[in-house]
């Protein structure tokens, strides 16, 4: 057994030494030991280890998930977990960062010499793997084209989207298949067989040119090169092709004839949702949607969403919606695969395949973008870029009144290079808000041709369904707490009110609902349930509509989302707004100037105290409820003015 440098990573002395005993009894170095995040980081980087053992509850408190996560990165080291809770909500957190193995103290020798030779062995396929596709990127970063990579067996084991668009298949359709399958029959592809076996012994051949039959029954004639790829998994049997068609120009159909219509029997609205967080997308989204079905019954709607809560939200006949893979935002701007054991690159290519096929299979007459012009980190591009080619769609950004301050948006936009493909994807823009109360348009400088043909729809509030709620206690009278999907708000709005309530227990005469929401981190809600132990308080983590609950309550706290605050303002309560401030500056730029109307209390985080939250409340309790918002200025009928606008359209359909 060749011995392994073990980097371990543990507070507790007593276990740090006992895993230092076992690791070195077991043959293998200790490169060194460290209590916390920054003292793993330094000897990471002088030691480059292997394998970290890693305590997922540092000192200084710091997060083990968290380190581990950088110093796979930064080291592409294996990463064996260590906790004294196995429970599934800290597992799952684990998987995100890709563990290699999980130990639950106590521990035997024998428990971690398994989990070591388990890592390892998984740690060398991740690292092949990851040799391989840098081999393969490389090579395709070179040659450009319309590329398939086969086996030893000639399966297909890579496809580019070039490769998929010239043949007519999804690029996950090919994966499996013999390459005579997909190049259109083994006839078609007879002539390039004795060519695979000469590159696979090392032989280098001229350009074969073939003709293959596309998915729709077309002949293309195309020349294929051919070379030998160094793949360790197929021991250099693998073989790259690369295909290029000689007669494009006489093989592109003719464009069929169109005609225009006005938007309703028989057109196809695509929405598109990125949805890596939160529900404040989603919602919004399900609130145009229901809308849409309702005053065009006979229309479809297909809402391509990533949320993984979408399944929780009724669909309203005529409408659907495709489900991507799930993201979660690792830092700023950089997202990883939520659920899937595949990289950032990996799940941006599989989400971007699966959009722009749905939007080709589905042939949309109209494309809402809600939120994001290119989609997360680009992956809307290719789909723009067909319906661009192929035309015949209005393509529409939806935008909220407020995205962060316009400094902050305007170069996020520049460094990006989110204003081009603004400019040349997009036909029109609708602005979910008033531009009295807020104008996105001037502020984040959306180009003028653009801007022109904005529209502002009003507010987007969720749908009253009329769901009942039973969120009356007796007759106590209810406050309500909410911080939206559970994103963020826990530590600033929730546990603050149950330290208030706990302070001021005796003066308390109402009884609460806090709703946590469905992405609240499982250790925080633990913490939450705990703290509101023997307190007047009920805690739901999810509701599909908040409508009957808010409508009961006599005041409201919450944080200051889009959704959030259009539904206090369309049920005219009683509210202390508490903005979330870590990330951007969108939540206190309205929370203010909805105060600044008289319309809510708004309270910077950093001055929450039990006492100070306590006379917020007493204060706000004295006043009657709020008049209508629309009597302000801020109007509410936002997604009936997107039907509105929709009818306005005169979409392009095929004449026959």
Not at 77 to 99: H, K, M, P
Not at 101 to 115: H, I, S
Not at 313 to 321: E, N, V
Request: charged share 25%; aromatic share 6%.
């Amino acid at each position: 057994m060749n011995p392994r440098r073990i980097l371990i990573v543990e507070d507790e002395m007593v276990v740090q030494l006992h895993l230092t005993r076992i690791v070195e009894e077991l043959g293998h170095i200790v490169v060194g030991t460290a209590a916390d995040r920054d003292e793993a980081l330094e000897l990471a980087a002088n030691e480059r280890p292997e394998l970290v053992l890693m305590d997922i509850h540092l000192a200084a408190g710091t997060d083990g998930v968290e380190t581990a996560s950088k110093l796979v990165q930064e080291h592409a080291c294996a990463v064996i977990f260590i906790s004294a809770y196995a429970d599934q909500a800290t597992v799952e957190r684990t998987e995100q960062v890709g563990a290699a193995g999980y130990l639950v103290k106590p521990f035997t020798q024998a428990q971690v010499r398994a989990a070591i030779s388990t890592a390892f062995a998984s740690h060398a396929r991740l690292v092949t793997e990851q040799r391989r596709n840098r081999s393969l990127q490389s090579m395709l970063e070179r040659i450009g084209g319309a590329v398939f990579v086969v086996d030893g067996d000639d399966r297909v084991t890579f496809a580019n989207q070039s490769a998929a668009e010239l043949i007519g298949w999804p690029v996950y359709r090919t994966y499996g298949r013999l390459l005579a399958d997909v190049l259109g029959g083994s006839a078609t592809a007879a002539p390039l067989m004795p060519c695979l076996g000469r590159v696979r012994t090392g032989a280098l051949t001229d350009p074969a040119t073939i003709e293959i039959r596309d998915l729709d029954g077309r002949l293309r004639l195309v020349d294929v090169s051919m070379e030998q790829v160094d793949d360790a998994d197929t021991n250099g049997t693998g073989v790259l092709l690369t295909l290029r068609q000689r007669q494009p120009a006489a093989l592109v159909p003719a464009e069929p004839v169109r005609a225009t219509k006005a938007f309703g029997k028989g057109t196809r609205l695509l929405v598109y949702s990125h949805d890596t967080f939160g529900l404040g997308h989603l919602r919004r989204c399900m609130a145009l949607i229901k809308a849409v079905c309702a005053r065009h019954p006979e229309a479809s709607v297909l809402l391509v969403t990533g949320s993984p809560m979408v399944h929780r939200y009724g669909m309203p006949q005529g409408s659907d919606y495709v489900k991507l893979p799930a993201l979660v935002k690792v830092e700023a701007e950089q997202y990883e695969a939520r659920s899937l054991q595949i990289s950032g690159d990996a799940i941006r290519s599989l989400r971007s395949n699966l959009i722009l096929h749905t939007v080709r299979d589905y042939r949309p007459n109209m494309l809402l973008v809600d939120h994001s012009p290119t989609g997360s980190r680009g992956e809307l591009l290719p789909a723009l870029k067909w319906l661009q080619e192929n035309r015949g769609c209005q393509r529409v950004l939806g935008m909220r009144d407020i995205l962060d301050d316009p400094k902050s948006v305007i170069e996020h936009w520049q460094r990006s290079g989110i204003y081009e493909p603004l400019e040349q994807n997009y036909d029109h823009v609708v602005v979910y808000g008033n531009r009295e109360f807020y104008d996105p348009v001037t502020r984040y400088e959306l180009p003028p041709s653009l801007a022109s043909r904005a529209r502002f729809l009003n507010y987007v509030c969720t749908p009253d369904d009329g769901l009942k709620d039973g969120s009356v206690h007796g007759q106590k009278p209810t406050i309500m707490v909410t911080i939206g999907g559970g994103d963020g708000g826990g530590d600033t709005v929730i546990l603050p009110f149950l330290q208030m309530l706990r302070t001021n227990l005796h003066a308390i005469d109402f009884h609460s609902e806090i709703l946590t929401g469905p992405f609240v981190e499982p250790e925080l809600e633990q913490r939450m349930r705990e703290e509101a132990e023997d307190l007047p308080v009920t805690i739901r983590s999810f509701l599909p509509s908040t409508a009957a609950m808010m409508r009961s309550a006599e005041l409201v706290i919450a944080t200051a989302g889009y959704n959030t605050c259009t539904d206090i303002l369309s049920l005219a309560r009683r509210a202390i707004l508490i903005p979330r401030v870590l990330y951007r500056q969108e939540q206190w730029i309205r929370a203010s100037r909805l105060a600044e109307l008289g319309l809510v209390t708004c309270l910077h985080p950093d001055s929450i105290t039990p006492a100070s939250l306590f006379a917020a409340i007493q204060e706000a309790r004295k006043h009657t409820p709020l008049v209508q918002a629309r009597e302000k200025g801020l109007p509410i009928d936002g997604a009936l003015k997107f039907a509105e606008f929709c009818a306005s359209l005169q979409v392009q359909v095929d004449a026959s």
